[in-house]
């Protein structure tokens, strides 16, 4: 059972790219989160998804994009990053929204 | 106003001091609350929940003040691997349920 899983743990992209970021779940859970976290800033929703199928914005959801086309999967995408990009990010999941949440391990991404 | 507010510290105390701390939130309609633990930026874990009633787990208390709206996390006989960043989480519902995270409060524990 491992939970959740992020990929990749570090990336670092040039202004202009594009990336996925991939958060995978095998404990059958219906909701997922995506949250970035800055210095002194805590950690801020980006998207979620309540199910299958289901994605909804969050705090700061501009310059991303989601998608939860398997129940266990949950995908970040940044079509064109930006330096303000630059942070770490969190998956969780929690079974039906109420419960504890479990978190990957994050994704430091930097962009230049 | 933030929807959920912590002092961001940090905290420095010595090795077996108890300290505390603080976290208000802004939605009447928030339902559940839970303390995570954070080292050096990695993943969050959880600390504990917290009920209505208050609950501890060893050197741990948390509580509730619904009336306030605020929790509270109590920490006895501070050890030096309790030095991390304390941040509190509320979960309301208007439908869906999002977990609103506190910007976290710094622990340091001296020898």
């Known amino acids: 059972n491992a939970g959740v899983t992020q990929t990749p743990k570090f990336r670092v992209l040039k202004t202009g790219q594009s990336m996925t970021l991939l958060c995978a779940q095998d404990m059958n859970h219906e909701y997922m989160y995506w949250y970035r976290q800055d210095p002194g800033m805590g950690l801020r929703l980006i998207h979620y998804s309540v199910g299958e199928g289901t994605t909804a914005k969050g705090e700061v959801p501009d310059g991303y994009n989601v998608s939860r086309l398997k129940k266990q999967n949950f995908l970040l995408g940044l079509e064109s990053a930006a330096p303000s990009q630059t942070s770490v990010y969190f998956c969780?999941?929690?079974?039906?929204?109420?419960?504890?949440?479990?978190f990957g391990s994050g994704t430091q991404l930097s962009v230049l | 106003r933030k929807e959920v507010e912590q002092d961001p510290g940090p905290f420095n105390v010595p090795e077996g001091a108890t300290v505390a701390f603080n976290c208000t939130y802004s939605?009447?309609?928030?339902?559940?609350f839970f303390w995570y633990r954070q080292d050096c930026r990695k993943e969050p874990k959880l600390l504990m929940s917290?009920?209505?009633s208050g609950n501890e787990d060893g050197r741990f208390t948390a509580q509730l003040n619904r009336a306030s709206q605020y929790i509270s996390l109590l920490i006895r006989d501070s050890k030096l691997s309790d030095s991390a960043t304390y941040l509190c989480?509320?979960?309301?519902?208007?439908?869906?349920?999002?977990?609103?995270f506190g910007r976290g409060t710094s622990l340091i524990v001296h020898p």
């Open positions: 989480v509320v979960l309301a519902s208007g439908g869906s349920y999002i977990p609103t």
């Open positions: 969780a999941s929690t079974l039906q929204g109420r419960e504890k949440l479990f």
């Open positions: 939605n009447s309609a928030s339902q559940s």
């Open positions: 917290v009920y209505s």
